[in-house]
């Protein structure tokens, strides 16, 4: 019988109410906490992509997206990303029912696919500096480095985070401390997938359009 | 041990709502359900995707409707990633995340709608003539 189903089969008055109930578990606390994070990460990402909209048609006479973004190479970023987000998922499920191989396995493959997104990235970066087209070109130019190149940073940085999450579930094994912050990276890991389905959809499809 | 902890969390989530990227509340084949949710949401955003990729070199659309339709299918991919991933719902243990989830998009709406109109303002009101306009936008 599962507890979770007889706490739901229990009359709403039989438990305490909220506010004489004390304070909510740490867990709660601190996944709401990082939750209003993420939210600020997103609202400084919208800044971000407000100066590329403004910015978008002030090439300076360069190169322009179209010229200058490979449809092919996202659409694989793309897949990548999506696909370690989903095993991201199946990490937290692993973590909550103790499997350390399942979480291993897990952290394994969406660290992989990250860094395989952010080896494209890299590539796509460094070809079209190659082309000539730096930050320092166009207005466009600085707004795209800095756009993609943030969340990219984000994703650098939450590889590492994965890396730290696995050296500590090894070494101290799941306890309530540990199993919050794979709660807050799981969290992080699906909000980059989100701002990349905004940055793949207005600059690289929509944005490329004449 | 896991039941208790089960328990306590069930307790916690009746009374103080649940954490974000929580799965919903504990039932005994929760595993393999939060498995289902998970898949669910793949498939749903790899369609999504592929539409997308689809619909922005297809040339059988019309045309001025592709950023719209492209639009959308961004939104409707972030709600999907929204539910299924990070477990965000209109349940009554959600209101807290879904009403700071809710500032967050009106936020964003008004930094990235507000710079927009009034950086064409700023562009329409500018008293240069066309061809030097088009010089100070490009630099």
Redesign the interface.
Same mark, same amino acid.
């Given at each position: 019988?599962?507890?979770?189903?007889e706490?739901?089969a229990l009359p709403p008055e039989a438990?305490?109410i909220?506010s004489e109930?004390g304070p909510?578990?740490k867990?709660?606390v601190?996944?709401?906490g990082?939750?209003?994070f993420i939210?600020?990460d997103?609202?400084m990402f919208?800044?971000l992509?407000?100066?590329y909209?403004?910015l978008v048609?002030?090439?300076?006479?360069g190169a322009t997206g179209v010229q200058l973004f490979n449809?092919g190479s996202v659409?694989i970023e793309?897949?990548c990303l999506?696909?370690s987000?989903?095993t991201c998922?199946?990490m937290?499920?692993s973590v909550?029912?103790?499997n350390y191989a399942g979480i291993y396995l897990a952290a394994l493959v969406t660290f992989v696919l990250g860094a395989a997104f952010l080896g494209l990235e890299l590539r796509e970066f460094a070809g079209m500096i190659a082309r000539g087209a730096t930050p320092q070109s166009s207005?466009f130019l600085s707004a795209f480095f800095t756009l993609v190149g943030c969340h990219g940073l984000h994703v650098t940085v939450g590889l590492g985070w994965l890396v730290v999450m696995m050296a500590q579930v090894s070494i101290k094994y799941i306890t309530p401390a540990v199993e919050r912050r794979l709660?807050?990276f799981?969290?992080f890991w699906?909000?980059l997938?989100?701002i990349w389905?905004?940055l793949?959809?207005?600059v690289y499809?929509?944005g490329v359009?004449p | 041990m896991?039941?208790a902890q089960?328990?306590?969390?069930?307790?916690?989530?009746?009374?103080? &709502?649940?954490?974000?990227?929580?799965?919903p509340?504990?039932?005994?084949e &929760?595993?393999s359900s &939060?498995?289902l949710l998970?898949?669910i &949401?793949?498939l749903l955003?790899?369609i999504l995707?592929a539409t997308?990729?689809w619909v922005?070199?297809t040339t059988l659309l019309w045309t001025p409707g592709?950023?719209l339709g492209?639009?959308v299918?961004?939104i409707a991919?972030?709600g999907v990633?929204?539910v299924f991933?990070?477990h965000v719902t209109t349940g009554p243990d959600n209101t807290?995340?879904v009403l700071?989830?809710a500032?967050?998009v009106l936020?964003?709406l008004l930094?990235?709608a507000?710079?927009?109109w009034i950086?064409n303002d700023l562009n329409a009101n500018m008293t240069l003539p066309a061809n030097q306009m088009n010089m100070h936008?490009?630099?």
């Open positions: 019988m599962s507890i979770g189903v706490i739901n438990l305490p909220p109930a909510a578990s867990r709660i601190v996944a709401y990082f939750w209003i939210l600020s997103i609202v919208s800044a992509f407000a100066a909209a403004v048609h002030a090439t300076a006479g449809q659409a793309t897949a999506l696909a987000s989903y998922g199946l937290t499920l909550r029912s103790r207005a709660l807050c799981a969290i699906h909000a997938d989100i389905v905004c793949f959809t207005f499809l929509i359009r | 896991m039941e089960d328990a306590r969390a069930s307790m916690s989530e009746a009374q103080h &709502g649940r954490a974000p990227g929580d799965r509340t504990v039932t005994e &929760g595993e &939060g498995f998970c898949t &949401g793949l955003a790899v995707t997308s990729f922005a070199n592709i950023a492209l639009g299918l961004a991919q972030m990633h929204l991933f990070l807290n995340n700071a989830l500032f967050g936020i964003v930094v990235v507000g710079s927009l950086m936008m490009q630099y």
